[in-house]
């Protein structure tokens, strides 16, 4: 059969290894494997979200009130900007989708980091555009002004905030300056899938999506419920952008895209940002073991605004990964990314000793 010519270019997106594999390929008890590679919430996620989805749970034979009004009210309330400026993705994964099929095409091009979320090129190959990539891995905003400069034709532009799977995060000030010198015909694609941690970590990194998509309508911010608030497995994220903007992007949108218990999820996850708070203090208490544990083993990593980090290891990555899988702790290789590296997510204390241990004999032996 002959499929679409645009299909022979795709590939697939490569998640990190489930719990599932390692117990098969290896043997471990599941109950001795520990995830830390898809920078998943490691406390779980807010006990005021598991009472409500389970009081919720008859409610799964219904569809989902497809305006979704709650949820887009709590999160126009949470950013003070109104209901007509949100849209709901399964995922904040199924914006950048649709934020592709709105301005990319076969005779565009789009923009990114050399090393960033790998949802951009796989989304943009499939409208057939063109990808354009720093060359430098990490963000550099004066590679994306001569890049976007000297190509006519660029419709998207995203900007990882902090980004995926680096952890380094550009300046407010660097973002609006950048926007300034763009064409308002450019749509740029804000991705704040870790701003929550950011923000805490340092106020020059916080990008507010009220000012952004007031000061720039061609901006669109893009925000998940997966990592600070630990619904990963709920599959929400939304998109903040000026009206015009978000009623385009909503013709893409199928009807019911996220489920009733979903909507459920995140409206309670908003309730209780004590949860957020507590997950960001710890996250970057036990960051700073991994710098210090870094330090000592003399290797590099990129000082990080994230839930993970990532180490430039002087041994193959690859091998280390593959070491400590068979120990039964998961982490990411980015070797495919063309780099030396290893990405961590940030775990509980417990998880963070047992990967500290393990790696430290892998890493001297
Ligand atoms: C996790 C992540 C997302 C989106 O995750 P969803 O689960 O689809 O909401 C988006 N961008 C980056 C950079 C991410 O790391």
Redesign the pocket.
């Given at each position: 059969m002959k499929f679409n010519k645009i299909l022979e270019n795709l590939v697939n997106y490569e998640a990190g290894k489930p719990i599932e594999l390692v117990v098969r390929e290896y043997g471990i008890k599941a109950e001795d494997v520990i995830k830390i590679a898809?920078?998943e919430n490691p406390y779980g996620c807010s006990l005021r979200v598991i009472k409500a989805v389970q009081n919720e749970a008859f409610k799964m034979s219904l569809y989902p009130d497809d305006s979704m009004y709650e949820l887009k009210n709590s999160l126009a309330a949470k950013y003070n900007v109104g209901s007509e400026n949100i849209i709901i993705?399964?995922?904040?994964?199924?914006v950048?989708e649709f934020s592709l099929f709105a301005k990319a095409n076969p005779s565009s091009k789009i923009l990114m980091a050399k090393t960033?979320?790998a949802?951009y090129e796989i989304y943009g190959k499939r409208t057939g555009t063109g990808i354009l990539k720093t060359t430098s891995h990490e963000h550099k905003i004066e590679e994306f002004f001569d890049i976007y400069k000297n190509n006519k034709d660029i419709a998207v532009i995203f900007l990882?905030l902090p980004?995926?799977?680096l952890g380094e995060c550009l300046d407010k000030e660097e973002v609006f300056g950048f926007l300034k010198e763009v064409s308002n015909d450019t749509l740029v694609v804000v991705?704040g899938?870790?701003q929550e941690f950011a923000a805490y970590k340092d106020e020059n990194k916080k990008i507010d999506p009220k000012k952004l998509v007031e000061t720039f309508p061609n901006a669109i911010y893009?925000g998940?419920?997966?990592?600070a608030y630990g619904l990963?497995g709920m599959?929400?994220?939304y998109g903040v952008g000026d009206k015009e903007v978000i009623k385009s992007l909503h013709k893409l949108r199928s009807p019911f895209n996220i489920t009733t218990l979903s909507l459920k999820a995140a409206i309670e996850a908003l309730k209780d940002e004590e949860f957020v708070k507590n997950t960001i203090i710890k996250n970057f208490e036990e960051m700073a073991r991994y710098e210090k544990f870094a330090k000592e083993l003399d290797m590099e990593f990129i000082p990080s605004y994230?839930n993970f980090i990532t180490y430039k290891t002087k041994k193959n990555s690859s091998l280390i990964c593959e070491e400590l899988m068979k120990k039964g702790v998961i982490i990411r290789d980015l070797k495919s990314y063309g780099l030396n590296a290893v990405r961590i997510t940030i775990g509980t204390k417990e998880q963070n000793d047992r990967l500290f241990n393990v790696f430290e004999d892998i890493y001297k032996g």
């Open positions: 898809s920078n993705g399964s995922g904040s994964d199924q950048i960033t979320f949802m990882c980004n995926n799977p991705d899938a870790y893009l998940t419920f997966s990592k990963g599959r929400t994220g994230t």
